[in-house]
């Protein structure tokens, strides 16, 4: 075990619950609860392993909506983003306008970078919305939100952006079924205004888990499709609708990092990915043999708070081990959290190792090597 703290393990954390279920409770135990069912990373790697099918990151995240009810939950992190998603519809609390601008910004950094002149609606009526995650694709990854546009543009595909409900992030899901329903329903609200036929997701692990199993089924009560952008760029690459030069990303290795929510959580978007990074690099190898049995990022759940940054860098250092011992360069990670997780513990287990891993999104890639059709001419 990572932490060498029984505890703060599957078996650990079901005997905490029994303990809470059977009595007596008393502030030892809702201190231990809130201790070690916060740490879990709620990555479902232990059902997949475990011979009776029990699955812990279920436990975990019905203890913590037993904890929030008597106002025990993160208050600087998880609640903090929570309330964020409800007043103002996006994890970083950005008033609109300031949302709006940068969209027009990365309209005029495309523009600039690859000749083309890509068509972005804003808060108007479209065929379809496009859901980026706000914690990173607006802010420390915007080539991703590039990949996006740029993709939906060399597409033909009739697309708005939501300053209502900007990004696919819903933290509910780690905390109270409530929240998570409640952040869910702004989506479905706000697709519904915008009159769209389609909603897709961009590069977010947990907000594709809520996307998929929530808020899919609740679009298509009025009529409305979901799917995720990686689906639609494999498909592209497919069929042939776009063009890619694999020379532009560079003679590094990548190699593959699955989100636990992808993988696992339901998402089931395990292909796609990597027939994406087949086609837009030279060089990659997989850090999983089996992406099921994936090893988190160390990130999800509410471990990107800041309390938790020694721990979730414990947790990092043992896909870190695997990435260098396979003579990799760049991780590539779709995922918000994986990306924010990256940019935060890679500076301190590259100087322990003394090596130098970077990372990157795949729509970053798509984007540097996409050549778009207008540019040809």
């Not at 992190?77 to 998603?85: D, E, F, R, S």
């Not at 009739?158 to 702004?186: C, K, Q, V």
């Not at 990670?333 to 513990?345: E, F, H, N, S, T």
Request: aromatic share 8%; hydrophobic share 40%.
């Amino acid at each position: 075990m990572t932490t060498h703290n029984i505890k703060n393990s599957p078996l650990g954390r079901i005997a905490l619950a029994r303990s809470l279920m059977r009595g007596p409770v008393n502030e030892k135990s809702i201190n231990e609860a809130y201790t070690y069912f916060w740490q879990c990373l709620t990555c479902r790697r232990c059902a997949w392993v475990c011979p009776f099918g029990v699955d812990v990151a279920d436990i975990s995240r019905t203890i913590r909506s037993l904890l929030y009810e008597i106002g025990l939950a993160p208050p600087n992190y998880v609640a903090g983003v929570i309330n964020n998603l409800e007043s103002t519809g996006n994890f970083l609390g950005l008033p609109e306008d300031v949302i709006k601008e940068i969209i027009l910004n990365v309209v005029d950094q495309i523009k600039l970078e690859k000749g083309v002149n890509v068509k972005v609606k804003v808060n108007e009526p479209a065929y379809a919305m496009l859901l980026p995650s706000a914690c990173a694709d607006y802010t420390v990854a915007v080539n991703t939100l590039k990949g996006y546009i740029l993709l939906l543009n060399e597409l033909g595909i009739d697309f708005t952006l939501s300053t209502r409900a900007p990004d696919i992030t819903n933290y509910g899901l780690f905390m109270d079924e409530r929240h998570m329903r409640l952040i869910a329903e702004r989506i479905v609200e706000e697709s519904r205004r915008l009159s769209v036929k389609l909603v897709i997701a961009g590069e977010c692990g947990h907000g594709w888990r809520v996307f998929k199993n929530y808020v899919i089924p609740r679009l298509r009560e009025y009529g409305i499709e979901g799917t995720h952008i990686l689906y639609i760029a494999a498909n592209a690459i497919r069929r042939g609708l776009i063009k890619l030069d694999t020379l532009v990303n560079g003679d590094l290795t990548y190699i593959y990092m699955d989100p636990c929510h992808y993988a696992r959580g339901g998402g089931d978007l395990v292909k796609e990915p990597r027939f994406i990074l087949s086609n837009t690099v030279m060089h990659y190898v997989e850090l999983n043999d089996r992406p099921e049995l994936a090893i988190c990022c160390g990130g999800t759940s509410g471990m990107l708070a800041k309390e938790m940054e020694e721990l979730s860098i414990k947790y990092a250092e043992l896909w870190y081990l695997k990435a260098i011992n396979k003579g990799a360069d760049c991780v590539v990670v779709p995922c918000a959290a994986c990306k924010l997780q990256m940019d935060r513990v890679l500076p301190r287990l590259n100087k322990l190792h003394n090596h130098e891993l970077t990372f990157t999104g795949l729509m970053d890639l798509v984007y540097k090597a996409m050549i778009p059709k207008a540019a040809k001419t």
